[in-house]
Structure formats: C-alpha cells, structure tokens
T-cell receptor
Framework: GQQLNQSPQSMFIQEGEDVSMNCTSSSIFNTWLWYKQDPGEGPVLLIALYKAGELTSNGRLTAQFGITRKDSFLNISASIPSDVGIYFCAGQGGSSNTGKLIFGQGTTLQVKP | DGGITQSPKYLFRKEGQNVTLSCEQNLNHDAMYWYRQDPGQGLRLIYYSQIVNDFQKGDIAEGYSVSREKKESFPLTVTSAQKNPTAFYLC????????????FGSGTRLTVV
C-alpha cells in the first residue's frame, strides 16, 4: 500500500535539544496529522492540520502543512525524557482519497537525560 | 468518556490455534480498522470496515478474518494460516473518511508459544 516518506527514521538526542522531523509524499493531501506512540501503547493524536501553509502549535510542539500540500513538518522544542516514543505522520484526502489515512513509517525518538 | 477498548492487553497462543482479539468503541464512529505493528516497523493495515456488515481487506489480510455485526464492535481473528502472528495489534476508529484522524486503542500484544 501507499506510504509516506518520513525522516529521519530514528533520532537520539540530549535532553533540552530541539527536534525536527518531516514527511513527504508524491500525492497531495487535504489533511496532515501527527501522532505519538508511547512504548506498548496506541498512537495518540498530537496535531491536525487542515489548510496548506497552516502552522499549528501544541505546547512545545509545532507542525506545519506544506504549501505544496505534499509535505509536513513537526518540531519539538526543548525536548524532555517523556518525549521518547515513535512519531507518525499521516495524510488524508486529496489526490489519494481512499477514505483511509496514509501513514509514514515513523520516527523513533530517544532522549538522553 | 468515549473511547476505544482493546482486550486483552497480552495474549498467548499455541501454534495451530485460532485466537480472537476484541475491539469495542463507544465514539459512534462508522469506520473501524485493524493494524499490525512489528518491532521497528510502521503500521500495516489488515482489514477495515466503513459500515456495519461490510469490510475490506487491507495490505496484509492473509491469515486474518474479521466481522462487523455491530457498529461498536470489530473483532479480529488470527487464524492458524497466519505464518508469523506474533506482533502488536492496534484497532482504530474514525468518522467516515477519517477527516479528523483515527482514535486508536491501547493495543494487544500477541505471542505465539
């Protein structure tokens, strides 16, 4: 099935550092979503983006809906140990309108105290 | 509180046995999904249902079966035909089309012994 290109695949950073990750697609989407999965749990929605160019924040998290509608970015500022987990991007609608979300492969984040 | 419940959290199965994973939601969502997650890998779609009494195969449906007799319930059966069933299974639900994203359950970890 179709998947998004999410990078980096994994990150190992020092507490307090900022983090950036992104997703790209060959297809345009109407909605971009970012999820976080804690170890042994299901993914939880962090941020949803509905408009090209939109920039949305949720605490230390900031995400952007790319102007081309083919990419999205997630930034985490001043990382803390509880930021550890897997971050997934997902796209919905647009030219790949299957009625289902298309997920990236995930970015595994580890934070060293 | 509305949510989606998966049970059990941990499940052990002997080789050659079928096993059924439960997924119940009280969010009044029309659509429900089953994903498989292996270590270091992303989410792979097994089956999905957009309406009661109807479901479609995802990317890795072989060795699995589902039913959707009630809006609230979407059980997944892992059959003996599934060659490598040990994995983390995630159930999710959404409104039609997934515009606001999916709500995930907390997962079931299946181990074949």
């Amino acid at each position: 099935g179709q998947q998004l290109n999410q990078s980096p695949q994994s990150m190992f950073i020092q507490e307090g550092e900022d983090v950036s990750m992104n997703c790209t697609s060959s297809s345009i989407f109407n909605t971009w979503l970012w999820y976080k999965q804690d170890p042994g749990e299901g993914p939880v929605l962090l941020i949803a983006l509905y408009k090209a160019g939109e920039l949305t924040s949720n605490g230390r998290l900031t995400a952007q809906f790319g102007i081309t509608r083919k990419d999205s970015f997630l930034n985490i500022s001043a990382s803390i140990p509880s930021d550890v987990g897997i971050y997934f991007c997902a796209g919905q609608g647009g030219s790949s309108n299957t009625g289902k979300l298309i997920f990236g492969q995930g970015t595994t984040l580890q934070v060293k105290p | 509180d509305g949510g989606i419940t998966q049970s059990p959290k941990y499940l052990f199965r002997k080789e050659g046995q079928n096993v059924t994973l439960s997924c119940e939601q009280n969010l009044n969502h029309d659509a429900m999904y089953w994903y498989r997650q292996d270590p270091g890998q992303g989410l792979r779609l097994i089956y999905y249902s957009q309406i009661v009494n109807d479901f479609q195969k995802g990317d890795i449906a072989e060795g699995y079966s589902v039913s959707r007799e009630k809006k609230e319930s979407f059980p997944l059966t892992v059959t003996s035909a599934q060659k490598n069933p040990t994995a983390f299974y995630l159930c999710a639900s959404s409104i039609q089309g997934g515009y606001y994203g999916y709500t995930f359950g907390s997962g079931t970890r299946l181990t074949v012994v």
